[in-house]
């Protein structure tokens, strides 16, 4: 589970798929469906950077 009171570069670089208003914000930022941001992040796991590299390809 997400914990709010951790901020910082570890937790922000991570997509939490568990979480609906992470899945809410990423979509929204990349211009892509929840599934699709499923499907990117399946591929290449939940670095953030990483889902993005494999969206602009």
């Known amino acids: 589970m997400d914990n709010k009171n951790n901020v910082g570069s570890p ?3 991570r997509i939490n798929v568990h ?9 929204k930022k990349l211009g892509i ?7 990117a992040i399946k ?7 990483k889902v993005e590299a494999y969206l602009k390809k």
């Open 19 to 27: 979480e609906e208003y992470e899945l809410q914000y990423w979509s």
């Open 43 to 49: 591929a290449v796991g939940t670095s953030a950077e």
């Open 11 to 13: 937790d922000r670089d």
């Open 33 to 39: 469906t929840r599934q699709e941001l499923k499907d």
